[in-house]
Nanobody, 124 residues
Framework: QVQLVESGGGLVQAGGSLRLSCAAS????????MAWFRQAPGKEREFVAA????????YYADSVKGRFTISRDNAENTVYLQMNSLKPEDTSVYYC?????????????????WGQGTQVTVSS
């Protein structure tokens, strides 16, 4: 059983930065992948980034590569998403997820634990 709580969302101008946090509680397995997804109105839930909890390996969607950075603090059981050079198209609800994907880590259905989401709005 894992509980995830996101924070750090808000309103920012294009070109600005935000850092999202995902605090995890409960049992965390060394093999778990921690990920960020986002979902805008009328669109499917989209993979953003992921990190292997134990080793720190990172994976990114092409749309955010070079702008976003995912990291983790093992002592605090927290995953971060540093978002720089934000664009209006980044506007979405961002969700933290955890799981042990069997097939494709980019698929939302592969994760069984989810946070409540935090709103990120980027103005032009």
């Amino acid at each position: 059983q894992v509980q995830l709580v996101e924070s750090g969302g808000g309103l920012v101008q294009a070109g600005g930065s935000l850092r999202l946090s995902c605090a995890a509680s409960g049992r965390t397995f060394s093999s778990y992948l921690m990920a960020w997804f986002r979902q805008a109105p009328g669109k499917e839930r989209e993979f953003v980034a992921a990190i292997l909890w134990s080793a720190g390996n990172t994976y990114y969607a092409d749309s955010v590569k070079g702008r976003f950075t995912i990291s983790r603090d093992n002592a605090e059981n927290t995953v971060y998403l540093q978002m720089n050079s934000l664009k209006p198209e980044d506007t979405s609800v961002y969700y933290c997820a955890a799981g042990r994907p069997y097939s494709d880590y980019r698929g939302a259905h592969e994760y069984n634990y989810w946070g409540q989401g935090t709103q990120v709005t980027v103005s032009s």
